[in-house]
């Protein structure tokens, strides 16, 4: 039997603007992507988003971005290694506070857009992420693609890493995802979509957008909760996960450091 994590970027609304549906799709999930302020996201979104996920009973990571609210995260910007380093144990350190308030622990961290993207191929980005996440908890699991630049500096900074695949984006040859202003970057066809995440999960392998089967690693399943489609595609996820046996469980309840 497969077990598998499942999680969702959530706690992105803003102030008076509200991004996703948390509250519905966090009972269907086993980890919970906090933004933590920077690309999206505000204290009391913070605090309640920790709380909702508690209530759930959904593991909580940091998902720290760029400080780009504006573009939400989603835009490269050229940032010194140092100061990429201290704006991750920024934002880890406000999302443990709350997690501390709450009594709940913090499980995992997962860069955000394009910060994330970047790390992915350049060691130098991925380096200095993972030297954030390791000054302020070296237990927490970094949350990161098959053979990319994360996951050697992960194992160069004595950090765990979990493999996550996309449920809906789709991939290039190299295993990284199709920049957002392609035209094909999304899948929209969630019977696709679902049939992706199975081909993953059970085979390791995924079609890349040039047709060619590539290999790939699912520790981790991530849908995008700013998605219109984000509820949708969870429930189908989870029911069809239930139908072939496949278990939906947080990291740190099966995963190991391998």
Same mark, same amino acid.
């Given at each position: 039997?497969?077990?598998?994590?499942?999680?969702?970027?959530?706690?992105e609304?803003?102030?008076?603007?509200?991004?996703?549906r948390?509250?519905?799709?966090?009972?269907?999930?086993?980890?919970?992507?906090?933004?933590?302020?920077?690309?999206?996201?505000?204290?009391?979104?913070m605090?309640?988003?920790?709380?909702?996920?508690k209530?759930s009973?959904?593991?909580?990571?940091?998902? #720290?971005?760029?400080?780009? $609210?504006?573009?939400?995260?989603?835009? *490269?910007?050229?940032?010194p !290694?140092? =100061?990429?380093? /201290?704006?991750?144990?920024?934002?880890?350190?406000?999302?443990?506070?709350?997690?501390?308030?709450?009594?709940?622990?913090?499980?995992?961290?997962?860069?955000?857009?394009?910060?994330?993207?970047?790390?992915?191929?350049?060691f130098?980005?991925?380096?200095?992420i993972?030297?954030?996440?390791?000054?302020?908890?070296?237990?927490?699991?970094?949350?990161? #693609?098959?053979?990319?630049? $994360?996951?050697?500096a992960a194992?160069? *900074?004595?950090?765990?890493? !979990?493999? =996550?695949?996309? /449920?809906?984006?789709?991939?290039?040859e190299?295993g990284?995802?199709?920049?957002?202003?392609?035209?094909n970057?999304m899948?929209?066809?969630e019977?696709e979509?679902?049939?992706?995440?199975?081909?993953?999960?059970?085979?390791?392998t995924?079609?890349?957008?040039?047709?060619?089967?590539?290999?790939?690693?699912?520790d981790s399943?991530c849908v995008?909760?700013?998605?219109?489609?984000? $509820?949708?595609?969870?429930?189908?996820?989870?029911?069809?996960?239930?139908?072939?046996?496949i278990? /939906?469980?947080?990291?740190?309840?099966?995963?190991?450091?391998?």
């Amino acid at each position: 039997m497969y077990t598998v994590d499942l999680n969702c970027d959530l706690g992105e609304s803003f102030g008076n603007y509200v991004c996703g549906r948390d509250e519905q799709i966090l009972p269907l999930i086993t980890s919970a992507n906090v933004a933590c302020g920077f690309h999206a996201s505000d204290p009391l979104t913070m605090e309640k988003t920790v709380e909702a996920a508690k209530n759930s009973q959904v593991s909580v990571g940091a998902h #720290p971005g760029f400080p780009d $609210l504006v573009g939400f995260g989603r835009r *490269n910007m050229s940032i010194p !290694a140092p =100061e990429i380093t /201290a704006l991750v144990e920024y934002q880890i350190g406000a999302l443990t506070a709350f997690c501390h308030a709450k009594n709940i622990p913090l499980q995992h961290v997962k860069p955000h857009g394009a910060l994330y993207n970047m790390a992915v191929k350049d060691f130098l980005v991925a380096d200095a992420i993972c030297r954030g996440i390791a000054a302020v908890d070296s237990n927490l699991i970094l949350l990161a #693609p098959a053979q990319s630049e $994360l996951i050697r500096a992960a194992s160069q *900074n004595g950090l765990k890493a !979990a493999r =996550e695949v996309f /449920a809906d984006r789709a991939y290039e040859e190299d295993g990284s995802l199709v920049p957002r202003s392609h035209p094909n970057s999304m899948i929209t066809d969630e019977e696709e979509a679902v049939r992706r995440v199975i081909q993953m999960v059970e085979k390791g392998t995924v079609k890349a957008v040039t047709g060619k089967e590539i290999s790939v690693k699912a520790d981790s399943v991530c849908v995008h909760g700013d998605s219109p489609s984000a $509820l949708s595609l969870v429930r189908r996820i989870r029911r069809t996960f239930k139908e072939r046996g496949i278990q /939906a469980a947080p990291l740190q309840e099966f995963w190991r450091h391998s």
